[in-house]
């Protein structure tokens, strides 16, 4: 399954831990959101790492779970960074 993970954390130091647990799962596409293509318990180790480094009353965070339908109809345009974690298409 592939997840758009994006985040907004209020505290620097809990930003850069949380950035880098994501950068462990997944591919940069923007400042706060990552590409993470991964087996179910895969993202539940991801988001509970998310979860452990974040406070409720200041950050928030959200994971959009995309069908294998959903990224057959993605659309991308501009420059894309490959790793070989993503699934890159060039059309």
Known sequence: MLYLVAY?????????????????????VQYSLFECRLEPDEFQRLWKAILAEMDDDEDRAVAYPLDARATRETLTAGTMVCSERAVCYLV
Do not use: H, Q
Request: charge should be positive.
């Open 8 to 28: 907004d954390i209020a505290n620097p130091k809990r930003l850069v831990r949380v950035a880098k647990t994501c950068e462990d799962f997944g591919v940069r």
